[in-house]
């Protein structure tokens, strides 16, 4: 009788460290309406994170390509809160609520920054991107490069040059929980394709 009941309670046990175990699990997935509280996570994020090295700190939101290939970054809301947050903590002040406002005003479109790696200081003229979502294409609807690219940190070898590009796309067509993939193409055709799954990034 004893044997039963102690068989009993350790499977109780078990059952009640599982569903502990499961309810403490973060559940990570983009949104672009961000609750009080995901403000307020986002927030202590980038304080507790204030010392890391911005590729460390940005590692969830990053693909990429190679080292002297490129990469691409998706500035979800969460991000930016997270970053102008550890921004304000290096400088010792708290962040002001104009500055959550300002990190908020991403609702209306997807912002990716991609880096990129030429041999002269004009390769960027030219590179057009495309977003997939669920074998959607969704165009930019604003697209940036920079007139003159800098010396990348391989100078005076090659690649001698990088140049960063911003991309934004609209988000009505966007599913959150999905894969995405931002292909960048350069003028002779060549694709950099990026991919982000936006169901295990904040």
Not at 25 to 50: D, H, P, Q, R, V
Not at 131 to 138: A, G, M, Q
Request: charged share 20%.
């Amino acid at each position: 009788m004893n044997r039963k009941i102690m068989i009993k309670s350790t499977i109780f046990f078990l059952v009640f460290c599982t569903l502990l175990w499961l309810t403490s699990i973060k559940a990570y997935c983009m949104t672009f309406n961000l609750s009080s509280s995901e403000i307020n996570e986002a927030i202590e994020y980038g304080k507790t994170n204030k010392l890391e090295s911005l590729g460390e700190f940005t590692k969830q939101w990053v693909s990429h390509l190679g080292e002297k290939v490129g990469w691409a970054t998706i500035w979800t809301p969460y991000h930016n809160v997270a970053f102008k947050s550890k921004k304000a903590a290096v400088e010792r002040r708290d962040l002001s609520q104009e500055e959550i406002f300002k990190a908020l005003r991403l609702k209306e479109s997807l912002t990716f920054t991609v880096s990129l790696f030429g041999d002269y200081m004009q390769f960027a003229h030219g590179y057009n991107a495309i977003l997939y979502c669920n074998e959607k294409i969704i165009y930019p609807v604003l697209s940036y490069f920079p007139e003159y690219a800098e010396p990348s940190s391989f100078y005076p070898e090659s690649p001698i040059y990088v140049a960063g590009f911003v991309y934004k796309f609209p988000t009505e067509e966007i599913i959150i929980d999905s894969v995405i993939n931002l292909v960048v193409t350069d003028p002779e055709g060549h694709e950099f394709k990026f991919t982000f799954d936006l169901s295990t990034i904040n």
